[in-house]
C-alpha cells in the first residue's frame, strides 16, 4: 500500500508556505545539514538510497532543494533522483506530521477490522491517508504489514507499535498524543 | 584470541546467565511483546525492583513464538525452576510483580509453562504446551532463550561452532553438505539451496557477493522479522558460510525499513562480530575475507523480488529484469551473486553442524527439513511455529494453532500472501510441502498462514490481495499494471453489488493471461488468490452477482442495517456512535436506522449491547 507524495513539487511548496517555521529551512541551514549528512558518505552513486534515508532523517522530509543537492553529490542526473524518490513509498516530498501514524492494512489486520481502525482515524484527523493536518501535527499513512499479525489490528505512532486495536482504543491513542 | 578460548569464556557467562545467581527475569521483547505492552511492564518492573532494593537482572529477550500469550515473562530465582508467565496485562502487572518476582511465589493462574522437562504443580512443562506439540525448532532454536544482543549467548548454544567448521572444510564440501540436507529456499519459491550456492560458486569471476533477502514483504508473513529480532546472529553466521561456500566477499542484508529493532539487533550483532574476528579480514585466521553492509528498504513489496532488491541495491528504482542471467551468473553490480531468504541462512549453521543426514530426518521425501509458519487471522492461538515440512493443516490450525475462536466455523487458511491462495476445509488433510499447495493453486511462499473464518467474504480477500498487488506493481510490464487494475476493477463491482453475468469467466481469462505473461514473480502469482477463489469460492461468489448478497456480512454495500424493535431498549448508544447521524430516535424509544444515510460502517452493531442491530 503506497501513500505516494504524487502530488508533487506544487503542493509541497503550498504547504511550505502555510507550514509551520520549523519546517521551511533557510539556504545557509540547509547547507549546513547537508553537509553533516554528506560528510559520513563517499558520494559514489550506489549510495543514493543510504544518502537519501540520511537526508530525510535529517530534515524529516525531502524538500527539492535537496534532492538537487544529493544529485550534484553523487553526480546522478536531477531527474533520476527524483525517479528513484518516488519510485518509493517511504520517501516524503511534503513536510511530515510530527506524529506519523500508521494503521496496518495487512492481511491479518484486514480481516480482524484494519479498515475500520482507519476510517475512525481518519475521521477523528480530519485526513485521509497519505495525507498531513495543516498544524503538521500528524500524518496518516496505510502500511502493508507490520509484522505484528499475532497481535492484529495494529497501529503504529512513529515507532510505537499498538496491538489489539480497536477504533475506541485507536481514538484514545491519539486525543493522548494531543 | 582463538576460537576455543572465545567460545570457553562464552560458556562461562552463559553458565552464570542459565543458573542465575540472584533473581533473573527475561522479558519477551520482540516488536510482538512490546506491542502487548512489554516495554510498559519493564519499565513497571524496574522501578518495583529498584524501589525495594531487590537483587534482580532484567534481561530482553526475542520471541517464543507465543504471541497469543504476550506478553511473556520468565522468571527464575535462586536455585529454583524457571516459570514462564504469560498475558501480564496491566491490570495484573503489580500483582505479578509482587508475588513472582519480589517474593518467590508460584502463580499457576498465571503461568504458561514451566521451562524445563518435568511438570510443575498443575503447570505444564514448555514442550508441552499445546502450542509447542509436534513443533520442531531448528530456525527457531535460540528465540526466547537467549538475549539478541549478547553474542556469548550465541557462541555458547554452538553459535558459530558451524563457520568454524565450515571454514575447516572445502568450499565443494560445504556446498555438498547443503546439497544433501535438501534445504530449499524459504522465501517461497523452494529452489534447492544447495544447488543455487554451486551455479554461484561455479561462475568465473574474481568478485561475488552475498545477499541476505530480509524484505519480509507479504503480509500477513513476521517469520522473518521474528528471526532478525530474537536470534540475529544465527542470519549472519549463515552468511558467512553461504560466503565461503561460493567465494564472496562481500555481503548485503536488504531489510524492510518496518522493522528497525530487527536492523537494530543487527547492527549490534555485526559490530560484535568484528570484535570477535568472525567477520573482517582472515576470519578465525583462515585466511578468508569477508564483510557485512546493512541496506535498509524503503517501502517498495517488489523489491522482495530478487532482480529488483539488486536495483534497489544498486540505488536505482525497484525494477525487476527478466532471468536469465540469473544473480549467479550476473547479479549484484554485474557480478555473480548468491541471494538467500533470512529462514534459509538461519537454518545452515544448523546443517553444517550437525550434518545433512540430521537435517533431512525431517519432512517429506522432496520437501526436507521444518519451516517456519506465522499463524494469524482467526485462530486461537497466534504466534510463530516451526514444524517438519510435510505436517497437515489441520494439524496446524487445530492443534498447534487450537482451532477458530468463538465457536465459528473454520472456512479456509490462506497460504503464501499476496501470490498464494485460499485453501478450503477439503485440504486440512493435506501435507504442507511445496508440491502440494503448488498442485491446490496456492504456493509454499515465505510462510504467513491466515486463517479465515464463516465472517470472512472470499470476494473481500480477493479484493484485498489484487488491490494489494495492484498497488505494489511497478508498472513496467503491460500484464501486471493493467491486468491488476482490471481484476480489481471487476472485483470492486461485484463486491459493491454491480456484478455482471459473465464476470467470473472474464476474471478468470484476466487472470490466466497475467499469469502466464508477467514479467516477474509479482505478476506471474498475482492472480492467485483470484484463481483459487474461483476455484474454490464459486458460489460463493456467484451470490454476490446474482443475488446482490455478500453471505459473510463483510461487503458493506451489500448489506442492510436495520433495529431490531423487540430487542432495542433506546439506550442511544447506536445514535452516538453512527457518524451520519442515521442511526436515530428518542431515548427510551426503539431507534431506527435511515437507510438512505447509512454507509453501513457497522459501528452501530459494534457498540449495540443488546444485539438489537440486524444486519443484511
Known amino acids: 500500500m503506497k501513500s505516494r507524495d504524487s502530488s508533487g513539487p506544487d503542493t509541497a511548496q503550498d504547504v511550505n508556505r502555510s507550514g509551520t517555521p520549523s519546517h521551511q529551512f533557510s539556504p545557509d541551514e540547509l547547507d549546513a545539514r547537508l553537509r553533516e549528512v554528506f560528510g559520513n558518505f563517499t558520494g559514489e552513486g550506489t549510495e543514493l538510497m543510504p544518502v537519501l534515508q540520511s537526508v530525510q532523517a535529517a530534515l524529516g522530509y525531502l524538500p527539492l532543494d535537496a534532492l538537487c543537492r544529493v544529485a550534484e553529490f553523487t553526480r546522478i542526473p536531477p531527474s533520476t533522483v527524483y525517479g528513484v524518490v518516488t519510485f518509493y513509498s517511504q520517501f516524503y516530498l511534503q513536510p511530515q506530521g510530527k506524529y506519523k501514524i500508521k494503521v496496518c492494512q495487512g492481511t491479518a489486520c484486514h480481516v480482524r477490522g484494519g479498515k475500520a481502525i482507519m476510517n475512525a482515524v481518519s475521521r477523528k484527523l480530519g485526513i485521509s491517508p497519505g495525507e498531513t493536518t495543516d498544524d503538521l501535527k500528524f500524518s496518516l499513512e496505510r502500511v502493508a504489514c507490520f509484522g505484528s499479525c499475532a497481535l492484529a489490528p495494529v497501529m503504529v505512532v512513529n ?4 496491538g489489539r486495536m480497536n477504533p475506541d482504543k485507536a481514538i484514545r491513542t491519539i486525543e493522548g498524543l494531543q | 584470541m582463538n576460537f576455543s578460548e572465545t567460545k570457553e569464556r562464552a560458556l562461562d557467562r552463559w553458565s552464570s546467565f542459565d543458573t542465575p545467581r540472584r533473581t533473573r527475569v527475561l522479558l519477551g521483547a520482540g516488536t510482538c511483546g512490546r506491542a502487548a505492552g512489554a516495554s510498559d511492564l519493564a519499565s513497571l518492573i524496574s522501578s518495583a525492583v529498584d524501589l525495594k532494593r531487590f537483587q534482580a537482572d532484567l534481561y530482553h529477550v526475542g520471541c517464543l513464538g507465543l504471541c497469543y500469550a504476550e506478553p511473556l515473562v520468565e522468571v527464575t530465582h535462586r536455585g529454583g525452576p524457571s516459570i514462564l508467565y504469560g498475558g501480564i496485562s496491566p491490570e495484573k502487572a503489580d500483582s505479578f510483580i509482587d508475588d513472582c518476582i519480589l517474593r518467590d511465589k508460584l502463580r499457576p493462574d498465571l503461568a504458561v509453562a514451566v521451562m524445563g522437562d518435568e511438570a510443575l504443580e498443575s503447570i505444564l512443562p514448555f514442550h508441552k504446551v499445546p502450542m509447542l506439540e509436534g513443533q520442531v525448532r531448528i530456525t527457531l532454536r535460540n528465540c526466547g532463550r537467549i538475549d539478541p544482543t549478547d553474542i556469548d549467548h550465541y557462541i555458547a548454544r554452538g553459535g558459530y561452532s558451524a563457520l568454524a567448521k565450515a571454514l575447516q ?13 535438501g534445504l530449499r529456499g524459504r522465501g517461497g519459491a523452494g529452489f534447492p539451496t544447495g544447488l543455487k550456492w554451486e551455479f554461484c560458486s561455479k561462475a568465473p569471476s574474481s568478485e561475488k557477493y552475498l545477499i541476505c533477502n530480509a524484505d519480509e514483504g507479504d503480509p500477513g508473513a513476521f517469520m522473518d522479522r521474528s528471526v532478525l529480532e530474537s536470534d540475529p546472529h544465527s542470519v549472519l553466521e549463515g552468511m558467512c558460510i553461504a560466503a565461503y561456500a561460493v567465494g564472496a566477499s562481500r555481503g548485503f542484508i536488504y531489510v524492510r525499513a518496518e522493522y528497525p529493532l530487527a536492523i537494530e539487533r543487527l547492527r549490534i550483532g555485526i559490530r560484535k562480530m568484528h570484535e570477535y574476528g568472525l567477520l573482517g579480514d582472515d576470519i578465525l585466521g583462515s585466511g578468508f575475507c569477508f564483510d557485512i553492509t546493512i541496506q535498509e528498504g524503503a517501502g517498495a513489496f517488489v523489491c522482495g523480488e530478487e532482480t529488483a532488491l539488486m536495483a534497489s541495491l544498486e540505488g536505482r528504482r525497484g525494477m525487476p529484469r527478466t532471468r ?41 521425501e522432496k520437501s526436507k527439513g521444518t519451516k517456519t509458519f506465522a499463524l494469524a487471522g482467526k485462530i486461537l492461538r497466534t504466534g510463530l511455529i516451526e514444524v517438519p515440512l510435510g505436517t497437515t493443516l489441520h494439524k496446524i490450525v487445530f492443534g498447534i494453532g487450537g482451532g477458530i475462536p468463538n465457536a465459528k466455523r473454520f472456512k479456509a487458511v490462506q497460504t503464501g500472501g499476496p501470490s498464494g491462495g485460499c485453501l478450503p476445509a477439503q485440504y486440512l488433510d493435506s501435507p504442507v510441502d511445496y508440491e502440494t499447495l503448488a498442485q491446490a493453486g496456492s504456493i509454499m511462499g515465505s510462510g504467513g498462514m491466515i486463517v479465515m473464518d464463516e465472517d470472512t467474504c472470499i470476494v473481500d480477500i480477493a479484493r484485498y490481495f489484487t488491490e494489494f498487488t495492484k498497488e505494489e506493481s511497478c508498472g513496467q510490464c ?21 456484478g455482471r453475468p459473465g464476470d467470473i469467466d472474464l476474471l478468470q481469462e484476466v487472470a490466466e493471461s497475467v499469469k502466464l505473461a508477467s514479467l516477474c514473480g509479482l505478476g506471474q502469482t498475482a492472480p492467485n488468490p483470484v484463481l483459487t477463489s474461483i476455484r474454490y469460492f464459486r458460489d460463493e461468489i456467484d451470490a454476490h452477482i446474482t443475488r446482490r448478497r455478500c453471505p459473510a456480512h463483510v461487503c458493506s454495500q451489500l448489506l442492510i442495517y436495520r433495529i431490531d424493535p423487540e430487542k432495542c431498549t433506546g439506550c442511544t448508544a447506536c445514535a452516538r456512535v453512527c457518524p451520519t447521524g442515521a442511526a436515530h430516535g428518542e431515548p427510551k424509544q426503539p431507534h431506527v436506522i435511515d437507510k438512505e444515510k447509512c454507509i453501513a460502517c457497522g459501528a452501530c452493531a459494534e457498540k449495540c449491547r443488546f444485539d438489537a442491530i440486524i444486519v443484511e
Request: hydrophobic share 35%.
Open chain 1, 159 to 162: 515507532d510505537r507499535v499498538y
Open chain 2, 169 to 181: 572444510m572445502t568450499r565443494a564440501d560445504v556446498i555438498n553438505e547443503v546439497k544433501s540436507s
Open chain 2, 324 to 364: 536469465p542471467p540469473f544473480p549467479a551468473e550476473r547479479g549484484l553490480f554485474g557480478k555473480p551473486t548468491n541471494i538467500n531468504n533470512v529462514e534459509t541462512l538461519a537454518t545452515v549453521p544448523e546443517i553444517i553442524a550437525r550434518g545433512s543426514q540430521w537435517y533431512s530426518q525431517f519432512g517429506t
Open chain 2, 478 to 498: 503491460a500484464p501486471c499494471r493493467l491486468g491488476t487494475t482490471q481484476m480489481l476493477q471487476i472485483l470492486t463491482d461485484i463486491s459493491a453489488g454491480r
